[in-house]
């Protein structure tokens, strides 16, 4: 038995390496799996076919790595892998009677009869897989209760970040249920409070920054320049000539706007590190705004893509 825990997989993660490294750090596996290449599972045991195996017949080996790998013929055959388990460890359940097919007519009416249930000796490796998979089921059920689902978002890891927040309120509330019995929260009062609770950490982390700002020392270096708004405007108007040289040399007529995969609006992020620098406290997210349209004419003179929102495009070719 391993000595830390084990993790019920399905077929998209059960690679031979992860399962040893897994074994390496005293994690068990089992799990389904699907076919990795020529050479996993061997040859021996991937010739098995359903048409040569009988209901609940079970073909075994250990590869390699030292993995309990198995082929069991339910309704088809299922390739399994265990290193938690061992051979000829069976168990009785009672099992409901399949909807009849073409492929399982034949056993499904010797072993149920007219009978809605009977008594079948499975492997322990399956009655377990089939356990632990129920409880992981159950857990994507209640994580979808309170997920929301119609983010649409160009970043890849918000969804991930997303997904390992409702994991976190998951297991949090597992907890909080077994540790109080009747007297826990529901599921979804529990989401509330723990929703409040992070809200008002992030407000006093806000306000830990803002007063840590507003109390630091003097710097060594002499202060910067506070600018006003209109030289604030004439030093990003410069800066963006310098970075894009056609903005004001090549014609207006051969100015045009194109699209493309979004961006970030140079303008705004110009105007953006600007307020920055002068110490304001601005919102990236805010501030910055990401659109589609950039100008072709100004794109061509640099490797850097001129993306200009709605609101900076005619300001950022306006005449000297």
Same mark, same amino acid.
């Given at each position: 038995?391993?000595?830390?825990?084990?993790?019920?997989?399905?077929?998209?993660?059960?690679?031979?390496?992860?399962?040893?490294?897994?074994?390496?750090?005293?994690?068990?596996?089992?799990?389904?799996?699907?076919?990795?290449?020529?050479?996993?599972?061997?040859?021996?045991?991937?010739?098995?076919?359903?048409?040569?195996?009988?209901?609940?017949?079970?073909?075994?080996?250990?590869?390699?790595?030292?993995?309990?790998?198995?082929?069991?013929?339910?309704?088809?055959?299922?390739?399994?892998?265990?290193?938690?388990?061992?051979?000829?460890?069976?168990?009785?359940?009672?099992?409901?009677?399949?909807?009849?097919?073409?492929?399982?007519?034949?056993?499904?009416?010797?072993?149920?009869?007219?009978?809605?249930?009977?008594?079948?000796?499975?492997?322990?490796?399956?009655?377990?897989?089939?356990?632990?998979?129920?409880?992981?089921?159950?857990?994507?059920?209640?994580?979808?209760?309170?997920?929301?689902?119609?983010?649409?978002?160009?970043?890849?890891?918000?969804?991930?970040?997303?997904?390992?927040?409702?994991?976190?309120?998951?297991?949090?509330?597992?907890?909080?249920?077994?540790?109080?019995?009747?007297?826990?929260?529901?599921?979804?009062?529990?989401?509330?409070?723990?929703?409040?609770?992070?809200?008002?950490?992030?407000?006093?982390?806000?306000?830990?920054?803002?007063?840590?700002?507003?109390?630091?020392?003097?710097?060594?270096?002499?202060?910067?320049?506070?600018?006003?708004?209109?030289?604030?405007?004439?030093?990003?108007?410069?800066?963006?000539?310098?970075?894009?040289?056609?903005?004001?040399?090549?014609?207006?007529?051969? @100015?045009?706007?194109?699209? &493309? %995969? $979004?961006?970030? /609006?140079?303008? +705004? =992020?110009?105007?953006?590190?600007?307020?920055?620098?002068?110490?304001?406290?601005?919102?990236? @997210?805010?501030?910055?705004? &990401? %659109? $589609?349209?950039? /100008?072709?004419? +100004? =794109?061509?003179?640099?490797?850097?893509?001129?993306?200009?929102?709605?609101?900076?495009?005619?300001?950022?070719?306006?005449?000297?």
């Amino acid at each position: 038995m391993m000595s830390t825990f084990v993790i019920a997989m399905d077929n998209y993660f059960t690679l031979p390496k992860v399962i040893s490294k897994l074994r390496e750090k005293g994690i068990g596996v089992v799990g389904t799996a699907r076919y990795r290449g020529q050479t996993w599972p061997p040859k021996k045991l991937k010739e098995v076919s359903k048409d040569d195996a009988s209901f609940n017949d079970f073909y075994w080996m250990v590869d390699e790595f030292g993995t309990l790998l198995g082929r069991w013929m339910d309704n088809g055959m299922v390739f399994v892998v265990s290193t938690i388990h061992r051979v000829g460890k069976i168990v009785q359940r009672r099992r409901k009677r399949p909807r009849k097919t073409q492929n399982n007519k034949s056993h499904v009416d010797f072993i149920w009869g007219e009978n809605g249930t009977a008594l079948i000796h499975i492997p322990t490796l399956i009655d377990n897989y089939n356990y632990w998979m129920g409880g992981v089921d159950v857990g994507d059920q209640r994580i979808s209760y309170y997920h929301p689902s119609n983010i649409v978002c160009q970043r890849t890891w918000v969804p991930i970040f997303i997904q390992i927040l409702s994991i976190i309120r998951n297991n949090a509330y597992v907890v909080h249920r077994t540790n109080l019995g009747p007297k826990a929260l529901s599921h979804k009062d529990f989401t509330y409070q723990m929703i409040s609770w992070l809200l008002k950490k992030a407000e006093m982390a806000q306000t830990s920054r803002r007063q840590l700002i507003i109390a630091q020392p003097a710097h060594p270096h002499p202060s910067p320049v506070i600018l006003t708004e209109t030289q604030l405007t004439i030093e990003i108007s410069n800066w963006l000539t310098s970075k894009f040289p056609n903005r004001f040399s090549t014609p207006t007529k051969y @100015h045009y706007p194109k699209t &493309r %995969t $979004r961006g970030s /609006c140079i303008y +705004c =992020s110009a105007l953006y590190q600007w307020r920055s620098n002068q110490g304001e406290y601005v919102n990236f @997210h805010k501030e910055v705004k &990401r %659109t $589609r349209t950039y /100008c072709a004419c +100004c =794109s061509s003179s640099t490797s850097r893509i001129c993306f200009l929102c709605k609101t900076h495009y005619e300001l950022f070719h306006e005449s000297k």
